[in-house]
């Protein structure tokens, strides 16, 4: 069971442009929602995470928009660059019952062409 | 220094055989967590571990077993293993309350 469906699987974007990643969820009880960002050959590495309780947190060139009554969220990337190539995973945590489960989308990999 | 440190980076073995990834991690965090990921990327929790205690053990053979000495170290060993078994192993940590933090990874090829 997927609870967190992440797309699209691949993105091909020209440098300068807007990379968009698309998330939904299901389980109300989700309380935090971040992105990681992988590199090849190195583990993921937190790059932006909202609540809630806000629908709209930025970062530099990376903002999240979060739509709690749709359960979706998404990660934009303005003025993509060739250093943003990467996979990116979104992500949604469960404090219910105080274990703080996390629950990983299925990974979007990002190629910026110059 | 390193936050999150596994060991080896690389693990090449025969099927069969029986082998650890050690891990450590340095922000006194109170939870960390093991995830394979396979060739496809995608991320599987396998293990987690919240002082010293197992909180969660998602669908994993009992091959696998974490072995936590204290609340910096989190131990995978890996018994019997199979040409399945093959991916890259990360452990994690995390304080619990936000996002967690990643080890470089062991990538491990069982022939």
């Known amino acids: 069971q997927q609870q967190v469906k992440q797309s699209p699987q691949s993105l091909i974007v020209q440098k300068g442009g807007i990379s968009i990643i698309n998330c939904a969820y299901e389980n109300t009880a989700f309380d935090y929602f971040p992105w990681y960002q992988q590199f090849p050959g190195k583990g993921p590495a937190l790059l932006i995470a909202i609540r809630p309780d806000v629908s709209e947190k930025k970062e530099g060139r990376f903002t999240i928009s979060f739509n709690k009554s749709a359960k979706q969220f998404s990660l934009h990337i303005m003025d993509s660059q060739p250093g943003d190539s990467a996979t990116y995973f979104c992500?949604?945590?469960?404090?219910?019952?105080?274990?703080?489960?996390?629950?990983f989308g299925r990974g979007t990999s990002l190629i910026v062409h110059p | 220094d390193t936050a999150v440190s596994q060991t080896p980076k690389y693990l090449v073995t025969q099927m069969g055989n029986d082998k650890s990834i050690k891990c450590e991690q340095n922000?006194?965090?109170?939870?960390m967590y093991w995830y394979k990921q396979d060739s496809k990327k995608f991320l599987k929790i396998m293990f987690s571990?919240?002082?010293?205690?197992?909180?969660i053990n998602e669908t994993v053979p009992n091959r696998f077993s974490p072995k936590s000495p204290d609340k910096a170290h989190l131990n995978l060993h890996i018994n019997s293993l199979e040409l399945g078994d093959s991916a890259v192993y990360f452990c994690?940590?995390?304080?619990?309350?936000?996002?967690?933090?990643f080890g470089p990874g062991t990538r491990l090829t069982v022939l």
């Open positions: 994690a940590s995390s304080p619990g309350t936000s996002s967690q933090y």
């Open positions: 922000l006194g965090h109170d939870t």
């Open positions: 992500a949604a945590r469960d404090a219910s019952g105080g274990s703080y489960i996390p629950t």
């Open positions: 571990y919240n002082n010293k205690e197992l909180i």
